[in-house]
């Protein structure tokens, strides 16, 4: 059995000009909580989004991201620079020369980090990313999990779905014959949960600000005070089963 806690969207500036609470003290009670843990998990995989685009790198977080209770894989979101990501945490994962892809096998689960943020800032994948990950799953023999930033499902809101995933179908394509348990994201910055390629998908909540949720459209989207909180998932032989973890 692996334990696998996702943390997502923490969005850590450096000028504190937060818009709702101090993510950098919700990541440090993330951190204690897991610590705390009767079992801690084998690894944190932090889905995105690790600073907000006002910050100008990555100096003011690794001393931060260092004091994770176990492993911390981190993964590229929108608000991320790839090159300045790839020089920060070149050190903590193998990413790919061509894409900030990696995976990583923890215990008997192979997690499988694909990058999805395009070189203009939108959401999906390309064919290098598609051969990549053809690749991957054709050599994976024990469960595997896929962890994107974007969502590539749809969410039925439409200031998330109106911009759409590029290549969504020849990923699902890919997915659906393929070892993958579940699949898991971050960018929404809320709790949401459907079944896309045959799989059980979601994304988990920010440690940062909320995500105002209009289903219609109609409303803006913009920053909401939301309790900050991650994801522990915990995958077996024959399941995965996962849990919300709040902050209080």
Request: net charge negative; aromatic share 6%; proline share 9%.
């Amino acid at each position: 059995m692996a334990i696998i806690a996702q943390i997502t969207d923490p969005h850590l500036r450096d000028d504190g000009a937060d818009p709702f609470h101090d993510p950098a003290q919700a990541l440090c009670r993330a951190f204690a909580q897991i610590a705390a843990m009767d079992r801690k998990p084998e690894a944190i995989v932090l889905t995105g989004d690790i600073i907000d685009r006002s910050a100008k790198g990555y100096g003011h977080v690794l001393p931060l991201l260092s004091a994770a209770p176990v492993p911390l894989l981190p993964m590229p979101g929108n608000q991320d620079d790839a090159t300045a990501f790839r020089a920060a945490f070149a050190g903590w994962v193998d990413f790919q020369p061509d894409h900030l892809s990696f995976t990583r096998q923890i215990d008997d689960v192979c997690l499988i980090a694909l990058e999805s943020t395009r070189p203009d800032g939108g959401a999906g994948i390309d064919a290098r990313q598609l051969d990549w990950l053809a690749q991957v799953l054709a050599t994976t023999t024990g469960p595997a999990m896929l962890a994107l930033h974007h969502p590539p499902f749809p969410t039925a809101a439409p200031h998330l779905d109106r911009a759409g995933f590029q290549n969504a179908d020849a990923l699902a394509a890919l997915i659906a014959h393929s070892p993958v348990r579940r699949i898991i994201a971050g960018h929404s910055h809320r709790a949401i949960q459907t079944v896309w390629a045959g799989r059980l998908a979601s994304t988990a909540p920010a440690i940062g600000h909320g995500l105002s949720l209009s289903l219609t459209g109609g409303e803006p989207h913009k920053p909401v005070c939301a309790m900050p909180a991650f994801d522990l998932h915990v995958v077996d032989d024959r399941s995965v089963t996962s849990h919300l973890i709040p902050l209080d």
